[in-house]
């Protein structure tokens, strides 16, 4: 069987930035967009037999807003590529309209992530969101009456002046909502971003550590009514688990198309040029957008491979990981016992698999194993 592959294609245009933000993103602007698309093509026949040798699973279209590129662009670009299984759309509320998701379902797109973030206006306003609470939900509602009923929401926690109530409060009214899947984030200051400069100020804004971990309980008791959680922040209806996502934590190959896009091939991790212009005038050259390149040796990238499979919910299969990927050394093994023995991760038979302390010390359990 041929083996799985994954592909990301980064469209950097937004409306606004927003406060938090530390990804490119570009104004929404014509030239630029022409710009890219040209860019796209020309990466494409660049990657194209690397892509035919494997089996496309999953195509991601992240941002930015990729919903600004236009239906007409993503038909096309979903046009050079063999048919995927999972075809996800990035998009924000104020932007979705009923009839342009029936144009993107017509042009190939079968999931979309929507980054709702928050139903508070107060926390939209701070995190420079364009939407209001009843637009959020509004958007939910016209992209499933377009016909894209596999619909994924962000919701963002750990915010400035963030409480219980209003966190409450916006979970239990997503989970009425028509949606097949729900990604949690908390808020991290990068950066390069708004927040990052005023950081002295926000930080005495945010929940304490105590807040902090009963926001996420709350999420997992609420979200859970509703769907299953399958990974740290991820939860889903049966059948529904971001396939696109689950490649990340379980290594399938993948490559990213765009500038600042991402990829990991024959384990080396590269990104393109944060540029647009320089991104698109290396490929009118012939030459590689790459700016970036990192080879991990096989037992660094081993065990950080087991650490990020420990994220999702039902563990790992240490004799078919090291099937897959290798021996574990012996200092892994010694670190999986002594967290087994402190009651962060449980072992049955050949699986492991984090316990609730250890979901909610994941990134101590993580630097244990690396």
């Known amino acids: ?36 698309m040209e860019g796209f093509r020309l990466e494409w026949k660049r990657l194209q037999a690397i892509v035919e ?18 239906a007409v662009a993503i038909a096309e670009i979903l046009s050079w590529l063999p048919k995927p299984i999972e075809v996800t759309l990035e998009a924000n509320p104020e932007n979705i309209t009923r009839e342009l998701m029936r144009a993107y379902k017509a042009a190939g797109v079968n999931r979309v992530s929507i980054g709702i973030q928050s139903l508070d ?4 306003k701070t995190l420079g969101r364009l939407h209001s609470g009843q637009k959020a939900i509004e958007a939910v509602y016209e992209t499933d009456h377009a016909g894209i009923h596999n619909i994924s929401i962000d919701l963002m926690y750990d915010l400035p002046t963030q409480n ?15 949606i097949t899947h729900l990604s949690l984030y908390n808020l991290t200051i990068e950066p390069h971003t708004v927040f990052f400069k005023n950081k002295n100020l926000l930080e005495k804004l945010l929940p304490d550590e105590e807040t902090s971990l009963r926001m996420y309980e709350m999420a997992v008791e609420i979200i859970t009514t509703k769907l299953k959680q399958y990974e740290i922040s991820a939860f889903s209806l049966p059948g529904f688990n971001s396939q696109h996502n689950v490649g990340y934590w379980i290594g399938r190959t993948f490559l990213g198309l765009g500038p600042s896009a991402f990829s990991y091939y024959k384990n080396k991790r590269f990104q393109n040029i944060a540029n647009l212009s320089r991104y698109h005038k290396l490929l009118l050259e012939n030459s590689s957008p790459v700016d970036f390149k990192e080879e991990l040796d096989p037992e660094s990238r081993r065990k950080e491979l087991l650490a990020i499979n420990l994220r999702l919910v039902e563990g790992v299969n240490l004799t ?34 984090l316990t609730k302390r250890g979901i909610l010390f994941y990134d101590s359990v993580a630097v244990d194993i690396i």
């Open 121 to 124: 206006p107060q926390l939209l």
């Open 53 to 70: 040798s494997k089996r496309l699973v999953t195509v991601y279209f992240g941002g930015g807003t990729p919903s600004l590129l236009g």
């Open 320 to 353: 078919k990981f090291q099937g897959l990927h290798g021996v574990l050394e012996e200092d892994v093994w010694i670190a999986l016992n002594k967290l087994v023995k402190d009651g962060f991760i449980d072992k049955n038979g050949d699986v492991v698999k």
């Open 164 to 178: 219980l109530d209003l966190w409450e409060n916006t979970l239990k009214q997503v989970v009425e909502l028509p």
């Open 1 to 36: 069987m041929k083996e799985e592959i994954s592909l990301y294609f980064h469209i950097p245009f937004c409306t606004k930035k927003c406060s938090y933000c530390h990804f490119y993103v570009l104004p929404d602007k014509d030239p630029l967009k022409k710009q890219l």
